[in-house]
C-alpha cells in the first residue's frame, strides 16, 4: 500500500515543497507519517470484525477484517503524506555547495543505515515487553513524534533569495559542516507537470536510472530472506546478523572511504564503479555459500555505499536550483513503481528459480553500470552550461 499511494503522494509534495518551501511540506509529510502511526496504534485494539470473505481456488480462503481495513488505510496515509525522504534531499541540496553534496548525502545514507540496524533491534525488544506486539508500534509513534518536533523547532525554513549569505546560526546545517547556503533561488517555478518535468535536459535518463536501481534492490529485498531460509537455513536471529553487518559496512564505507574518494573523482567516476561492485555482489548470492554470503557484504556496502550518495548528488546537481522538490519527488514515485514491481518479482522469481533469482538483480545492475558511463557527459554539460538547467522550464 505504501508504494502504490507514494506514487502519487511524492511527486505533489515534491512539487509543493519548491513553491511553498521545505520546511512546511517537510512538516506536513511527517505530520501524515506520525498520523498513520497512530492509526496504525489503534487499530491493533478494534474487534476482528469480518466484512467480508472471498473464496478463490487460487488463492484460498481470504478474510478482510475491520482491523486489517484500517492497518491498510494507515499505510496508504503514509504513502500519500511519503515525501520525507524526497523533500529532504531538495532541502539538502539547497543548503549544501555542490562540492560538498556526495559527502553529504552519504551522511544522509548513515542516518538510514543506523535506522535499519537500531529500529529492528529496538522492536524486537520492545515486542517482549508486556505490551505486545503494540509496544514496537507505539515506539514508532513516539519517534514519529520526535521527528515532528525537530522539523518544527530545529530545522529552518531556507527561505528564497537570489544572494548567497555565510550562515552562522546553529541549526541543522551545522551537522553537514559545510554549507554557506541559506536560501533556495527566488525565480518563480509554477507548476511542472510531469510531460514538463521530463523535458528537462537529462532527467528522464536519470529516472531510468533511479528505476532500475530501485529494481534491483527490491528484488533483493524480497528474495534474500527466502534464500537465507531455504538454502542457508538461518532463522530471524541469523538474518538480523547479516543485515546488522551490512548496514555497519556501509556506515563505515560512507562515513570514512567516500569523503576522501569524492574530492578525488567525480560523482559519476563512483558511480561507475559502485554499480559494478554492487552487480557483483548479487552474483555472489546464487551458491547460497555462507562464506560467499557474507563476502557479499562487502561488495554490496562498498557498491552501494559509492554508488547511491554519488547518484543522489549529481540528480540534484542535474535538476538545478528551481526544481530540486520536485525532481525529487517524481524521482521517488519511480522509486515506488519500482518497489512495488521489484517486490513482486522477487518473490516469484524466487519461487521459479531459488538462487538464480539474484542473476537478474545482478543484470539489472551491470545494465546499470554500462548506462552510467554517460553520466560523464552529462557532468561536462553541467560545468561547460553550469545555469542551463537552473532556468529550465519555459
Known amino acids: 500500500m505504501y508504494p502504490v499511494f507514494q506514487l502519487i503522494g511524492a511527486p505533489i509534495l515534491g512539487r509543493w515543497s519548491d513553491i511553498y518551501g521545505r520546511k512546511k511540506i517537510l512538516l ?11 492509526i496504525f496504534l489503534a487499530a491493533l485494539f478494534l474487534p476482528a470484525s469480518i466484512l467480508f470473505k472471498v473464496d478463490s481456488e487460487v488463492l484460498g480462503t481470504f478474510v478482510f477484517t475491520l482491523p486489517l481495513a484500517v492497518l491498510f488505510f494507515a499505510r496508504a496515509l503514509d504513502g500519500l503524506t511519503g515525501g520525507n525522504v524526497s523533500v529532504a534531499n531538495a532541502y539538502l541540496a539547497d543548503i549544501t555547495e555542490e562540492k ?20 529492528p533491534a529496538l522492536a524486537g525488544l520492545l515486542s517482549v515487553t508486556a505490551y505486545g ?31 548567497k549569505e555565510p550562515a552562522d546560526s546553529e541549526d541543522i546545517r551545522k551537522v553537514f559542516g559545510y554549507e554557506i547556503k541559506e536560501c533556495r533561488a527566488a525565480r518563480e517555478t509554477g507548476k511542472p507537470s510531469f510531460r514538463e518535468v521530463l523535458k528537462l535536459p537529462n532527467i528522464p535518463y536519470m529516472f531510468g536510472l533511479y528505476f532500475l536501481i ?17 538454502a542457508l537455513d ?8 547479516y543485515f546488522t553487518v551490512l548496514s555497519a559496512l556501509l556506515i563505515i564505507v560512507q562515513g570514512s572511504i567516500l569523503p576522501g574518494l569524492s574530492k578525488r573523482y ?8 559502485g554499480s559494478l561492485m554492487l552487480g557483483t555482489n548479487f552474483l555472489l548470492l546464487i551458491p547460497g555459500n555462507l562464506f560467499l554470503t557474507y563476502l557479499a557484504t562487502g561488495f554490496f556496502a562498498l557498491g552501494d555505499g559509492f554508488m547511491w550518495p554519488s547518484f543522489l548528488s549529481l540528480l540534484s546537481k542535474i535538476a538545478g536550483r528551481n526544481y530540486q522538490g520536485t525532481v525529487q519527488g517524481f524521482a521517488s514515485s519511480f522509486g ?4 512495488i514491481t521489484g517486490l513482486i518479482l522477487g518473490g ?11 542473476l537478474l538483480a545482478g543484470m539489472v545492475i551491470y545494465i546499470v553500470f554500462l548506462l552510467t558511463f554517460r553520466l560523464r557527459r552529462f557532468e561536462k554539460e553541467l560545468k561547460t552550461e553550469p545555469d542551463i538547467l537552473s532556468f529550465g522550464l519555459s
Not at 28 to 33: K, M
Not at 214 to 230: Q, R, V
Request: proline share 3%.
Open 348 to 358: 516469484l522469481l524466487y519461487e521459479l528459480f531459488a538462487g538464480r533469482s539474484f
Open 214 to 230: 530501485f529494481l534491483s534492490f527490491n528484488i533483493f529485498y524480497t528474495a534474500f530472506p527466502l534464500h537465507a531460509i531455504a
Open 133 to 163: 506486539e503494540a509496544a514496537p508500534v507505539l515506539g514508532a509513534v513516539i519517534i514519529s513524534l520526535i521527528g515532528t518536533a525537530l522539523i518544527i523547532f530545529y530545522i529552518p525554513e531556507n527561505k528564497e533569495c537570489s544572494l
Open 234 to 241: 538461518w532463522g530471524i536471529a541469523e538474518m538480523g546478523i
Open 266 to 273: 567525480s560523482d559519476a567516476s563512483l558511480i561507475i564503479v
Open 100 to 119: 560538498d553534496r556526495n559527502r553529504n548525502f552519504g551522511k544522509m545514507s548513515i542516518s538510514s543505515n543506523l535506522g535499519f540496524i537500531v529500529g
Open 28 to 38: 506536513l509529510s511527517q505530520l501524515g507519517t506520525l498520523l498513520s502511526w497512530i
Open 336 to 339: 515506488g513503481l519500482a518497489s
